[in-house]
């Protein structure tokens, strides 16, 4: 029987709202939904609807004039938008297309409601989109590994994960999609973009060539010194934050812009020395870097520069007993195979300095002293060394001293706190001999008779 033609338009709107069930039922994710008992019967049959449509269509009742099939819309999962337009242009190529995308995106994620899985999604878009941009503006080609500028050395970094802050122009470096290089000396970080625009030198060069710190507290001269400028980059600056606030390196005294002094915090070793006060103040970024170099160095001659120290600070008494003593112990080590082979002195090999002086001092070591960290690592040395020279080691036993004024007791060393050392001819005696004797040492005695009988006239030698 031949259908009319408003019939016939129902059912060609029917067969096609059918067709594209089953194509979208086709693409439909399998962990998403449990396919129900519809969609199995549909799937293991999914031909024979085509041919019996196709030969011979079924004839609608007059009373149904439209089909529903609102359960099955459900099944097949007809409410999921697989063909609308992704949010974010992500075929963009060029920086205005990109750009636009943005902000498209941006309104998307306004539009949707709170907390949703298409705003989570639509900000996972965003955030690539921004990425892509800015590999754009800053593209990674190649670049070379190593740059030499004003004497800094700068190495190109491979790390991606983690994130500094670039040294020159104070914003974030994303190693993931930047090149940046950070400079072997100093430690300077900055993008590859930034490398021309560096004006200050490398640190470690005046490290290397005048290795001084600055031992005024906070030498300040005033911003009409400075020209009212940053004192590393020149930039306007002044104390009411017009154009530029005006920040004050506590280390130098200078004022710096807020690109060149980020508020980092330091140690102040003129407030160290002459105040004995660790607290860390506020200091520009080369100042910083300068004093990280410098935190190792022995440059700092207490007694000289500010003797009253030593009866202000008892573990500095302490200490200087326990470097004294070291120094007599070195010549024992370095005559002696045993202590050669065991390397006993590079017990100290991070602080060298005490195995050559007892005057010089860095600001770590002063830290240290301050913490009371010192204290106990050096007597846990000095116990070690004296162990080696007075019990474990024969050949160290033997070049032990006998007290030539009492002629008494054990075998004395230089380094026992009961001995007393002759400056002269370094004999040792015991402490109470020695100043019983008003402190004459009778070896110096010897020596010196010795010598007025040499320079005796020739004549009087023959007649003896």
């Known amino acids: 029987m031949p259908l009319g033609p408003g019939l016939r338009s129902r059912w060609d709107a029917m067969e096609y709202d059918e067709k594209l069930a089953r194509f979208r039922q086709a693409h439909l994710n399998p962990f ?19 041919v019996a449509s196709e030969e011979a269509p079924p004839e609608l009742p007059p009373e149904e004039p439209e089909f529903r099939c609102t359960e099955r819309v459900m099944d097949l999962g007809l409410s999921e938008d697989h063909f609308s337009r992704p949010v974010g242009l992500f075929l963009a190529s060029d920086i205005q297309q990109l750009q636009q995308a943005i902000e498209e995106c941006k309104q998307v994620i306004l539009e949707l409601p709170e907390q949703s899985e298409k705003q989570k999604d639509a900000v996972v878009r ?7 941009l800015q590999e754009l503006k800053d593209p990674n080609e190649d670049e070379p590994n190593i740059r030499v500028l004003l004497e800094h050395r700068f190495y190109k970094e491979k790390s991606k994960s983690v994130k ?53 507290i906070c030498p300040e001269t005033g911003l009409d010194s400075q020209d009212y400028r940053c004192a590393e980059c ?37 407030r160290v020395v002459h105040n004995w006060d660790f607290e860390p103040r506020k200091v520009s970024r080369c100042s910083m870097r300068y004093l990280a170099l410098m935190v190792s160095r022995p440059v700092l001659r207490l007694r000289e520069i500010n003797p009253l120290l030593f009866t202000y600070v008892e573990e500095l008494v302490e200490i200087r007993k326990l470097r004294q003593d070291i120094l007599l112990m070195k010549p024992y080590f370095i005559t002696c195979k045993e202590a050669m ?31 009371g960290r010192l204290g106990c690592s050096l007597t846990e040395t000095h116990t070690l060394f004296a162990k080696h020279i007075k019990l474990d080691c024969e ?55 010795r010598k007025q009988s040499l320079f005796q006239e020739p004549g009087s030698d023959m007649d003896a």
Request: negative net charge; charged residues 20%; proline residues 4%.
């Open 32 to 50: 998403n939904k449990q396919p129900g008992p519809r969609q199995h019967e549909q799937g293991s049959g999914e031909e024979a609807p085509d």
């Open 126 to 132: 965003l955030i690539h989109l921004r990425l892509k």
């Open 164 to 216: 500094q802050t670039c040294d020159k122009c104070n914003t974030l470096i994303w190693g993931l999609i930047q090149t940046w290089y950070t400079c072997t000396g100093c430690y300077y970080r900055c993008h590859s973009k930034c490398l021309n625009l560096i004006s200050k030198p490398c640190v470690s060069s005046k490290v290397s060539h005048q290795a001084e710190y600055e031992l005024s």
């Open 234 to 270: 020149r930039a306007p600056i002044s104390l009411r934050g017009v154009p530029s606030e005006a920040r004050q390196c506590d280390y130098t005294g200078q004022y710096y812009c807020s690109h060149c002094h980020w508020n980092d915090l330091a140690v102040i070793p003129a």
């Open 341 to 371: 082979e065991a390397r006993l002195l590079l017990q100290l090999q991070d602080r060298q300095h005490f195995v050559e002086n007892d005057e010089m001092y860095s600001i770590q070591d002063l830290l240290d002293v301050h913490a």
């Open 395 to 449: 050949r160290c036993q033997a070049k032990g001293f006998v007290c030539e004024l009492c002629r008494e007791g054990d075998v004395l060393f230089p380094f026992d706190s009961h001995t007393s050392v002759c400056t002269d001819c370094s004999a040792v005696f015991h402490r109470d001999c020695y100043y019983d004797n008003s402190t004459t040492c009778p070896k110096c005695a010897r020596l010196s008779l």
